[in-house]
């Protein structure tokens, strides 16, 4: 799963992001896949963190659901 992202990272993390607030869900996948890029890829840039740290808060706020 984290495989994914080492392609080519910033595409990846932006089209999950993008789906993610405009439909509202987050798969548990794709959550997993995020959370292992954020913890163990040292290729993230600073932006790149900063996506995936706004999927995360959005969750905690509500506005995004993770489904299964």
């Known amino acids: 799963m984290a495989s994914s992202l080492s392609h080519n990272p910033i595409v990846d ?3 999950v992001m993008t789906t993610a607030i405009d439909q509202g869900v987050l798969s548990r996948r794709d959550h997993l ?3 292992a890029a954020i913890l163990s890829n040292p ?3 600073l932006r790149d963190r900063q996506h995936i ?3 995360f808060d959005s ?3 509500g506005r995004i659901r ?3």
Request: without cysteine; proline residues 0%; charged residues 15%.
């Open 53 to 55: 740290n706004r999927i």
């Open 43 to 45: 290729m993230l840039t």
């Open 59 to 61: 969750i905690r706020a």
């Open 66 to 68: 993770l489904a299964d």
């Open 33 to 35: 896949t995020l959370s």
């Open 13 to 15: 993390i932006q089209a």
